[in-house]
């Protein structure tokens, strides 16, 4: 059974950095596109970054020059390194592969 478990999350300060990373079990991120997303209180899930199974990256706007998605190459794990946090990026971080959905891992950016 396909599995995706996250961690990294936790309180940063505006302008610090973070390392999400999101572990598969059973899932071969070369071989599918993988996705960060996160959901703010009150806000619809967006969409943050994905990597492409050939390696191609697109991030959203909001995170551009900020954010770098990234897996092992191995490619047992996903990553996504932000830097330069601001407060509105606070939210529940998740990584997605087709059907299978981690838990989230929990991001708060104090200003």
């Known amino acids: 059974q396909a599995r995706l478990v996250e961690s990294g999350g936790g309180l940063v300060q505006a302008g610090g950095s973070l390392r999400l990373s999101c572990v598969g079990s059973n899932i071969d991120f070369r071989l599918k596109s993988a996705t960060w997303y996160r959901q703010a209180p009150g806000k619809q899930r967006e969409l943050v970054a994905t990597i492409a199974s050939g390696g191609a990256k697109t991030y959203a706007d909001s995170v551009k020059g900020r954010f770098t998605i990234s897996r092992d190459s191995a490619a047992r794990s996903l990553y996504l390194q932000m830097n330069n946090l601001k407060s509105e990026y606070t939210a529940v971080y998740s990584c997605?592969?087709?059907?299978?959905w981690g838990q989230g891992t929990q991001v708060t950016v104090s200003s």
């Open positions: 997605s592969v087709d059907t299978v």
